[in-house]
C-alpha cells in the first residue's frame, strides 16, 4: 500500500534529535492498556490531514515501521496493534483534494480522530482549518475527541502550535475534548506525549 509523504530529511531542520520508535508504540500500548478489563474491545483511531502533513510517517513511527521512503497515500494505510484480546487500528487515509471526499466512508465507530497539520506550510492554514471544522460538523464524528498534530516541527519556519492554534480558531471547538499537540514524525518529539493525551480522554 503507497503511503504519504512527508519530505525528510530535508532543508531548514533544526537538528533534531531523533528518538526511537519504540517510545511511540508505547503510546499505542498505553491506550490499550487503558481497556484491559475490557476483552473483545475494538478501538478505531482515524487519522487525517491535508496531503503532505505527515500523516503516514506517523502512523509507521507508531508502528515502528521504517518511514525513509514515503510516497503519497493514493488510498489508505490501516495498523493493528492487539494486546491481551484488544485491537486498535489506526486508519490512515489519503489527503488530496480528490480523495477527501471519500474520508466521510471511513467515519464509521471512529472513537478518535488525529488530524495532522504541517506546521511550516502557513499557505494552506486556511485550507486545512476548513477540512477540520468540515469533520467536526459530521454526525458519525459527533463528540468524538480530535488530537490535532502540528508535524514538522523541527523545520526552521514551522509556526508554533499556540499560534496555530490562534489561526485555525481551535477555541471554537467546544463539543468535545481536543488538544494540539507540537511534534515531528521525523525525530519523534511530541508524538507520544499526544498518544498519552489519547490515552486519558478516550472513551466509548
Not at 487525517?48 to 513511527?61: C, P, S, V, W
Not at 506546521?119 to 477540512?131: G, H, I, N, P, V
Not at 459527533?142 to 523545520?155: G, R, S, T
Request: charged share 30%; net charge positive; glycine share 6%.
Amino acid at each position: 500500500m503507497a503511503t504519504d509523504a512527508a519530505a525528510h530529511p530535508r532543508p531548514g531542520s533544526r537538528h533534531p534529535r531523533r528518538r526511537t520508535a519504540a517510545s511511540s508504540m508505547m503510546g499505542l500500548l498505553g491506550i490499550l492498556k487503558k481497556f484491559k478489563s475490557q476483552p473483545g474491545k475494538e478501538m478505531r483511531i482515524l487519522l487525517l490531514g491535508l496531503d503532505n502533513a505527515g500523516k503516514t510517517t506517523i502512523l509507521k513511527r507508531l508502528a515502528a515501521e521504517d518511514f525513509a521512503q514515503i510516497t503519497p497515500t493514493q488510498g489508505f494505510n490501516i495498523k493493528t496493534v492487539v494486546s491481551d484480546d484488544i485491537k486498535l487500528n489506526v486508519w490512515d487515509i489519503g489527503g488530496q483534494r480528490k480523495i477527501r471526499p471519500y474520508w466521510k466512508n471511513y467515519f464509521e465507530n471512529t472513537d478518535v480522530l488525529i488530524y495532522v497539520i504541517d506546521s511550516s506550510d502557513s499557505k494552506r492554514f486556511q485550507e486545512t482549518e476548513m477540512e477540520l471544522f468540515e469533520l467536526l460538523e459530521e454526525e458519525k464524528l459527533d463528540a468524538v475527541p480530535v488530537l490535532i498534530y502540528a508535524n514538522k516541527q523541527d523545520l526552521s519556519q514551522a509556526v508554533r502550535s499556540s499560534d496555530i492554534a490562534d489561526q485555525l480558531k481551535l477555541l471554537n471547538i467546544r463539543d468535545r475534548k481536543w488538544q494540539i499537540q507540537p511534534c515531528s514524525a521525523y525525530t519523534g518529539e511530541g508524538i507520544k506525549e499526544g498518544m498519552d493525551w489519547i490515552s486519558k480522554n478516550l472513551s466509548r
